[in-house]
């Protein structure tokens, strides 16, 4: 089991150490951050307006296992930065952590979630998809394939 809670300054390094090189930080923020990824630029993302950064950690020992933030727009939120530590992936974490997700914004009154997700990340496609999101269309840039689930 895992739960969640806010992404603390302590947080940034280990969220780094997940992403080993430049095709990883692709999957995992887009062309939005640049190679290195740095402890810096995450946090400055915190900058941003209605922005919120969370871990999702083990419930029996507290090891983080993964991430993802959450930005509000009015009833709509848009989930990002997903990601799962290496060494714990396959083991379906992604969708308990987007579920959790999920659960946190219904709980604030959100109607619809949104995300955007590289075109040919099947594992995390199928990860939204299990949960319910499904694919729209938007005038996005090409590559990017956007999901929705309404709540
Ligand atoms: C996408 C991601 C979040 C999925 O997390 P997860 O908890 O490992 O998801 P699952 O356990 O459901 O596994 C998904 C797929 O990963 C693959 N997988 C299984 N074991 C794996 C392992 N040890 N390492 C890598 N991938 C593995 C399988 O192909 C699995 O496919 P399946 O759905 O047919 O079983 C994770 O792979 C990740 O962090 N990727 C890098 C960042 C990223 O792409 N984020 C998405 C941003 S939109």
């Not at 992404?7 to 923020?29: G, H, M, S």
């Amino acid at each position: 089991m895992i739960s969640i809670r806010p992404r603390k300054e302590a947080d940034l390094a280990t969220v780094v150490e997940w992403v080993p090189d430049a095709a990883a930080l692709y999957l995992f923020t887009g062309p939005r951050l640049r190679w290195p990824l740095t402890t810096e630029q995450l946090s400055e993302m915190e900058s941003e307006p209605n922005l919120s950064a969370w871990i999702g950690a083990s419930s029996s020992n507290g090891m983080s296992v993964g991430h993802f933030d959450l930005t509000q727009h009015d009833e709509t939120f848009r989930i990002g930065r997903v990601i799962i530590d290496p060494a714990q992936r396959g083991q379906r974490l992604a969708a308990t952590l987007v579920e959790l997700a999920v659960a946190k914004v219904q709980a604030l009154g959100a109607s619809r979630i949104t995300l955007n997700v590289i075109a040919g990340n099947s594992p995390a496609i199928r990860t939204y998809e299990r949960i319910g999101f499904r694919t729209y269309p938007t005038s996005t840039e090409p590559g990017v394939v956007s999901m929705e689930l309404l709540l």
